[in-house]
C-alpha cells in the first residue's frame, strides 16, 4: 500500500466549468465533507443536482422523499431513494437484521449468534435494491444532463444498526474508559463484529461499485460524445498534519469503518485499471454530526493553526485568529492549545496513531483515555463548549478540500490521494485571494 499526499493542484479549471453537473449520489447533510464540494462546484458555475437515500416508513418500507421533506432540498433533485446497506432486507427465513439483533443482550453479546447465509441472502437483496434505484437514478441523470461533463460525487459512509445494544457497545468502543472500556478488536472479531463490518462494507464501499456499474452505458454514450464522467468519493486512511516542526501522518483509532474504507479504496484502484476516471480522497479530520460521537477525532484538527500561522498576514488568516480566539476563555491562547495537542501526541502510549503500515489500527485503553481526556480540557478553554474552534477550522477544511477535488482530475491519475494540513493551508489562502 503506497501513500501518495498531494501537495499541489493546477489552478486551471477546464474539466469542469460552467455547463458541467455536480450530481451527488446519496444524502447532502449540514456540517460535511460534500458541502465544500458543492461550494467549489458553485463557484464555477457548475450546476447541483441532488441525490437522496430515501426515508423508511412506519413498517420499515424504503419511499422517497415526500413533499415536505423535498422543500428541504436546496438543490435540483432526484428522488430516487439511494439507501445502501442491508438491515432492513428480509432472507429467506422472513426475518432482516434488525429483527435478528431484537435478540441481542448486552450481557451476551460475545455469544450472540450470526447465520452467515441469511445474512448475506438479506445483503445480496440490498444489493439488488440499490443497483436498480441507481440504474434509474442514472437514466433521470441522462435526461437531465444532455450536455457538459458530470462528477459523480459519492456521499455514502456508516452502516451503523440501529440497535440499542450495537449503539451502546459501539459507545464503550469509542469513549469507554475505566471499566467502561470495552476492545474494538475484541467486539470486531466476534460475529456481531462480522456483521456489522458487513454493513459497513456495504454503505461504504460495495455502494461505489454499483454506481459505477449502473452508470456504465451512461458513462460509454458520454464518452463516444467526447464528454467526461468522473467519480470521486471520501475517504478516511489518516492524513498529514504539521506538528512539532514536521508533516507526519497521523490517523484517529479506533475507526472501524476503516476496513471498508480499504476495500473502496480498491475498488478505485480496479477502476482506474479499467480506464475509469475515479478518485478516492483521504481527506483531513474534521467535525462533523458523524464524527462528533468519535469522542478525540477533532483533536487532530487544532494543529491546523501550524500551517495557517505561515500565512499570518493574510487577511482572511488573520480574520479567522481573530473569530478562534474570541472563542477561548479569557487568557487561553490558540498557541496553548496546539502545544497541548503536540505534548499529547508526543506520549508513548500514542505512537500507534503514526504508524501508516497499521492502519485501521483498534484501540488500546490508555490511548484512547489520553484522547478523550485532552478533548475533554481543550473543551473546557471554551467559552462555551457548543461554539468551538472546530467548527470554523473544520469550514476551513471542507472548503479547501471542495476546490482541490474539482482540480484534480485534470492533473492527476491516481485511484487513492491524501489531503493533508499543509494543502489545505495553501489552498485556502489562494481561494481567499480570488
Given at each position: 500500500m503506497s501513500f501518495y499526499p498531494l501537495r499541489s493542484v493546477d489552478s486551471d479549471s477546464r474539466f469542469f466549468r460552467p455547463g458541467d453537473t455536480l450530481v451527488l449520489v446519496g444524502e447532502l447533510f449540514d456540517r460535511g465533507y460534500a458541502n465544500g464540494l458543492v461550494q467549489a462546484a458553485l463557484r464555477r458555475g457548475m450546476r447541483v443536482i441532488e441525490g437522496t437515500v430515501g426515508r423508511r416508513d412506519e413498517n420499515h418500507g424504503l419511499r422517497p422523499l415526500r413533499e415536505e421533506e423535498l422543500k428541504e432540498k436546496k438543490y435540483e433533485w432526484v428522488n430516487i431513494p439511494l439507501e445502501a446497506g442491508f438491515e432492513w432486507e428480509v432472507a429467506s427465513d422472513g426475518l432482516h437484521l434488525m429483527d435478528r439483533l431484537k435478540e441481542l443482550k448486552l450481557a451476551e453479546w460475545e455469544s450472540f449468534s450470526v447465520p452467515k447465509d441469511l445474512i448475506n441472502e438479506s445483503r445480496i437483496k440490498g444489493e439488488q435494491r440499490l443497483f436498480r434505484n441507481l440504474?434509474?437514478?442514472?437514466?433521470?441523470?441522462?435526461?437531465?444532463?444532455?450536455?457538459?461533463?458530470?462528477?459523480?460525487?459519492?456521499?455514502?459512509?456508516?452502516?451503523?444498526?440501529?440497535?440499542?445494544?450495537?449503539?451502546?457497545?459501539?459507545?464503550?468502543?469509542?469513549?469507554?474508559?475505566?471499566?467502561?472500556?470495552?476492545?474494538?478488536?475484541?467486539?470486531?472479531?466476534?460475529?456481531?463484529?462480522?456483521?456489522?463490518?458487513?454493513?459497513?462494507?456495504?454503505?461504504?464501499?460495495?455502494?461505489f461499485q454499483l454506481l459505477l456499474e449502473a452508470s456504465s452505458e451512461l458513462r460509454e454514450k458520454m464518452m463516444q460524445q467526447g464528454r467526461i464522467v468522473a467519480y470521486s468519493a471520501y475517504g478516511y486512511h489518516g492524513t498529514e498534519i504539521f506538528i512539532s516542526g514536521q508533516l507526519r501522518w497521523q490517523s484517529y483509532a479506533p475507526y472501524l469503518q476503516g476496513w471498508a474504507k480499504l476495500l473502496l479504496e480498491d475498488l478505485a484502484r480496479k477502476a482506474r485499471q479499467q480506464g475509469?476516471?475515479?478518485?478516492?480522497?483521504?481527506?483531513?479530520?474534521?467535525?462533523?454530526?458523524?464524527?462528533?460521537?468519535?469522542?478525540?477525532?477533532?483533536?487532530?484538527?487544532?494543529?491546523?493553526?501550524?500551517?495557517?500561522?505561515?500565512?499570518?498576514?493574510?487577511?482572511?488568516?488573520?480574520?479567522?485568529?481573530?473569530?478562534?480566539?474570541?472563542?477561548?476563555?479569557?487568557?487561553?491562547?490558540?498557541?496553548?492549545?496546539?502545544?497541548?495537542?503536540?505534548?499529547?501526541?508526543?506520549?508513548?502510549?500514542?505512537?500507534?496513531?503514526?504508524?501508516?503500515?497499521?492502519?485501521?489500527?483498534?484501540?488500546?485503553?490508555?490511548?484512547?483515555?489520553?484522547?478523550?481526556?485532552?478533548?475533554?480540557?481543550?473543551?473546557?478553554?471554551?467559552?462555551?463548549?457548543k461554539n468551538l474552534l472546530t467548527f470554523d477550522l473544520s469550514e476551513v477544511v471542507l472548503e479547501a478540500c471542495g476546490e482541490v477535488m474539482l482540480k484534480y482530475f485534470q492533473q492527476y491519475q491516481e485511484p487513492v490521494v491524501w489531503i493533508g494540513h499543509d494543502l489545505v493551508g495553501s489552498e485556502i489562502v489562494r481561494l481567499k485571494n480570488q
Open positions: 440504474q434509474n437514478f442514472c437514466a433521470e441523470i441522462e435526461k437531465r444532463v444532455p450536455s457538459g461533463n458530470i462528477l459523480f460525487a459519492h456521499l455514502m459512509a456508516g452502516g451503523v444498526p440501529k440497535n440499542k445494544v450495537v449503539l451502546s457497545l459501539l459507545n464503550r468502543v469509542v469513549r469507554g474508559t475505566g471499566e467502561k472500556f470495552l476492545s474494538s478488536k475484541k467486539l470486531w472479531d466476534s460475529p456481531l463484529g462480522w456483521v456489522i463490518n458487513e454493513n459497513f462494507k456495504a454503505v461504504t464501499a460495495w455502494s475509469i476516471l475515479a478518485t478516492v480522497f483521504n481527506c483531513p479530520e474534521i467535525l462533523t454530526h458523524s464524527s462528533s460521537i468519535f469522542q478525540g477525532v477533532e483533536v487532530p484538527l487544532y494543529p491546523l493553526w501550524n500551517i495557517l500561522w505561515q500565512y499570518g498576514n493574510h487577511p482572511f488568516v488573520r480574520h479567522l485568529e481573530g473569530n478562534c480566539q474570541m472563542k477561548l476563555k479569557s487568557g487561553v491562547t490558540l498557541s496553548e492549545v496546539v502545544k497541548m495537542c503536540e505534548q499529547t501526541y508526543a506520549e508513548p502510549d500514542l505512537a500507534i496513531l503514526f504508524d501508516f503500515a497499521r492502519w485501521p489500527q483498534h484501540n488500546e485503553k490508555q490511548q484512547l483515555e489520553k484522547l478523550i481526556s485532552v478533548s475533554d480540557h481543550i473543551m473546557q478553554m471554551h467559552e462555551n463548549p
